[in-house]
């Protein structure tokens, strides 16, 4: 009879991704290319927010678009048609993208020509929130729509996200939506977390939009 | 249902180490999973024996323990403890100065602690 050993590991399952993940933030510092992970549920307006920034500020710094789905091309396609450089990554149903196959996108889409990248991920509130990417910062959109209560029902999303976009502000008398109390339940998660409303449809608050992100590229590449 | 994104780095780790330690066969699996994971154990054990399939894992037993929440108000440095799905965690305050600004001081483990070879 074979005895039984027991082998203590005490390993974090995200030890190696986490590990990854600083070391391709550390090579994105170097090369002064400064990555968000775009994180939010399907349909809050990812694509159509990235288009309105893009057509703002792709003339004052190179923009590379990584579009992350299940399956199809139509968001790559729709960002290509605002001049920015895009490319689609297929996750082969994985629901997420981690920080292994977000360097792999990044070196198809040549990310040492680029200032300003964003990983569009996929569109889901749970399993993107667990897995560092390697990106500078973490923004979640969050639209009108969905309503004030997704801070308090997908905690760990609210948690890692810098900057919070609450999209689709024109459509507010149509919905129940207390703005008051999102804020609250977000900053509840994390006291830190910067909060920026827009209407990437009617264009408001693309602007502070914007300049969030020309401050936080000036701070990065400083 | 975000098990399944997790439980392949599990079976990654724990094949690793028994290939390592020459092992026949994996007894068991033990984890440390925070309440603040939000995990689900029986849908843990059914991605766990869906992946472990066809390696040297595939007829161990998954022991889950869990990692009770504890926060730290930011304020006064109260520490108290909070249970997901409650009333509790969609509005929680301090109990001592009623503020709600905390830091996590554990509940977001997701380790495999060990395991059991022959």
């Known amino acids: 009879m074979d005895s039984v050993r027991v082998i203590e590991i005490k390993k974090s399952i995200f030890e190696d991704n986490d590990l990854e993940a600083r070391k391709l933030r550390n090579k ?18 990812k694509t159509t927010t990235l288009k309105a920034v893009c057509r703002k500020l792709k003339d004052e710094m190179k923009i590379g678009i ?11 396609e729709a960002m290509a048609k605002e001049g920015v450089r895009s ?48 990106a500078a910062k973490n923004v979640s959109i969050l639209s009108v729509p969905e309503g004030d209560d997704k801070p308090l029902k997908y905690p760990l999303m609210y948690q890692v996200a810098d900057l919070l976009i609450i ?3 024109d459509t507010a008398s149509f919905f129940d939506f207390d703005f008051e109390a999102c804020e609250k339940a977000a900053k509840m998660r994390n006291p830190d977390i910067k909060i920026i409303k827009i209407s990437a449809k009617t264009g408001e608050g693309i602007d502070e939009l914007c300049d969030w992100i020309r401050n936080e590229v000036k701070a990065w590449n400083a | 249902m975000h098990e399944m994104a997790l439980v392949g780095n599990v079976v990654d780790i724990v094949v690793e180490h028994a290939t390592v330690a020459q092992a026949k066969e994996v007894i068991s699996v033990k984890l440390r999973i925070g309440e603040l994971r939000d995990i689900v154990d029986d849908m ?11 390696t040297v894992a595939e007829n161990s037993i998954l022991i889950i323990e869990k990692v009770p929440i504890v926060l730290c108000c930011n304020e006064c440095n109260t520490t108290l403890h909070m249970k997901l799905h409650t009333a509790q965690s969609t509005q929680t305050i301090c109990s001592k100065c009623g503020k709600s600004n905390f830091k996590i001081l554990q509940g977001k483990e997701l380790y495999v602690e060990d395991i059991e070879i022959i």
């Open chain 2, 44 to 54: 843990m054990e059914k991605c766990f024996r869906y992946v472990a399939h066809g």
């Open chain 1, 28 to 45: 994105l510092k170097n090369r002064k290319t400064f990555l968000i992970n775009l994180m939010s549920s399907p349909g809050s307006g």
């Open chain 1, 167 to 169: 999209n689709k502000i």
């Open chain 1, 66 to 76: 990584m579009e992350a789905d299940i399956d199809s091309t139509v968001d790559a």
């Open chain 1, 87 to 134: 490319i689609q990554l297929h996750t082969g149903g994985m629901c997420h993208l981690d920080a292994g196959m977000t360097e792999q996108g990044l070196v198809e889409i040549k990310d040492e020509e680029l200032d300003f990248v964003v990983l569009e991920n996929v569109g889901n509130l749970v399993c993107p929130a667990e897995f560092d990417t390697g």
